[in-house]
């Protein structure tokens, strides 16, 4: 794999926040002495500097198809980063305590982007249980459920007034007004809802108007008002 030198340096000390830190022994390929490094991990890639303050890293390792073990070494705290390539080289590393050899390993081990593809893909497939119990357990409520883009949803029937309904069936026939096609509805209430109240009735109350008795109907009521107009027309006349 082919890297830009000059972006991979920038890429090591720039301001972007790192992973992890701190100082491990390295031994070296040609001499096996272990050396004292600082260690800069950032996603899935391990830069290693002369110094902490030194401003370009001396070398990089590319976290992908690779597994951290430990190892036997002379040095303690010893672990080993190997590749799958049979002609690779093993990097070997130490810690300074075993503290810190378990954080190392445990962050090394979760760099690359194999892992992450591992733990998004369980992640997916536990919430797609999650959606389908969750669309199972509201299936009953008379609520509307759907799938869009792989994610299932679930709206939940909203009651208004007089009996309509957002989500469910929009009408609910009450006492009196049901079909007997659909089912008869006693009570006075559906599922468990009451109907609206009925505006009550005064006792005793005549269609007649208040001024006038005996005009029950409008013919009545227009003859009535008739007779006033014919008198104003006859006032009009005379006095002309």
């Known amino acids: 794999m082919k890297l830009n030198?000059?972006?991979?340096?920038?890429?090591?000390?720039?301001?972007?926040?790192?992973?992890?830190?701190?100082?491990?022994f390295k031994k070296g390929e040609r001499n096996t002495a272990y050396h004292r490094r600082w260690f800069v991990l950032k996603g899935n890639m391990l830069f290693y500097f002369e110094e902490r303050e030194s401003r370009e890293p001396i070398g990089v390792i590319v976290l992908e198809g690779c597994t951290v073990e430990l190892c036997e070494?002379?040095?303690?705290?010893?672990?080993?980063?190997?590749?799958?390539?049979?002609?690779?080289?093993?990097?070997?590393?130490?810690?300074?305590?075993?503290?810190?050899?378990?954080?190392?390993?445990?962050?090394?081990?979760?760099?690359?982007?194999?892992?992450?593809?591992?733990?998004?893909?369980?992640?997916?497939?536990?919430?797609?249980?999650?959606?389908?119990?969750?669309?199972?357990g509201c299936g009953g409520a008379g609520g509307l459920q759907g799938k869009e883009?792989?994610?299932?949803?679930?709206?939940?029937?909203?009651?208004?007034?007089?009996?309509?309904?957002?989500?469910?069936?929009s009408y609910v026939p009450w006492e009196g007004n049901a079909d007997s096609g659909n089912g008869s509805v006693s009570g006075?209430?559906?599922?468990?809802?009451?109907?609206?109240?009925?505006?009550?009735?005064?006792?005793?109350?005549?269609?007649?108007?208040p001024v006038s008795p005996g005009t029950g109907c409008f013919s009545k009521l227009h003859d009535w008002y008739g007779k006033e107009v014919e008198e104003l027309r006859v006032e009009w006349l005379q006095s002309q």
């Open 5 to 24: 030198e000059r972006s991979v340096a920038h890429y090591a000390t720039c301001d972007s926040p790192p992973d992890k830190t701190g100082y491990l």
């Open 73 to 136: 070494s002379a040095e303690e705290f010893a672990f080993a980063i190997k590749f799958d390539c049979a002609k690779a080289r093993v990097y070997k590393m130490a810690a300074e305590n075993q503290a810190a050899m378990e954080s190392w390993v445990k962050a090394l081990s979760r760099a690359s982007f194999d892992y992450m593809r591992l733990v998004v893909k369980e992640l997916e497939r536990q919430l797609e249980e999650i959606q389908e119990a969750a669309g199972g």
């Open 149 to 169: 883009n792989g994610v299932a949803w679930t709206k939940p029937a909203i009651s208004l007034a007089n009996g309509f309904g957002e989500g469910a069936s």
């Open 188 to 209: 006075g209430s559906v599922d468990g809802m009451r109907p609206p109240p009925v505006p009550p009735r005064r006792r005793g109350a005549s269609l007649e108007s």
